[in-house]
């Protein structure tokens, strides 16, 4: 499995972002269990941003809710996060998250990660 994170820059308070995860490994991006973006702030513990479960269900941290999107794209093996209404306290390292319940690829996988900045 292997994750391809991309998008992130200096943007400032206000702005928007959208980060993408290309996804490659078995099958295809629809049979992970779970995608989710991370978020690693300096100093701080790597936490969950938001989170696309099969099926479609998703899930978002409080601090994120109303302002990020999370979304996938099946046809192009991609995840997507829009960040809108972006806060100095959003800035931090991205990271995006493959999660299988089951088979042989069962376990997390990490992207590389994206930074983030958003400037006040």
């Known amino acids: 499995v292997q994750l391809q994170a991309s998008g992130g820059g200096l943007v400032q308070a206000g702005g928007s972002l959208r980060l993408s995860c290309a996804y490659s490994?078995?099958?295809?991006?629809?049979?992970?269990?779970?995608m989710g973006w991370y978020r690693q702030a300096p100093g701080k513990q790597r936490e969950l941003v938001a989170r696309i479960i099969t099926g479609g269900n998703t899930n978002y941290a409080d601090s994120v809710k109303g302002r990020f999107t999370i979304s996938r794209d099946n046809a192009k093996n991609t995840v997507y996060l829009q960040m809108n209404s972006l806060k100095p306290e959003d800035t931090g390292v991205y990271y995006c998250?493959?999660?299988?319940?089951?088979?042989?690829?069962?376990?997390?996988?990490w992207g590389q990660g994206t930074l983030v900045t958003v400037s006040s």
């Open positions: 998250n493959a999660n299988f319940w089951g088979g042989v690829a069962r376990g997390d996988y």
């Open positions: 490994g078995p099958g295809t991006i629809f049979s992970v269990n779970v």
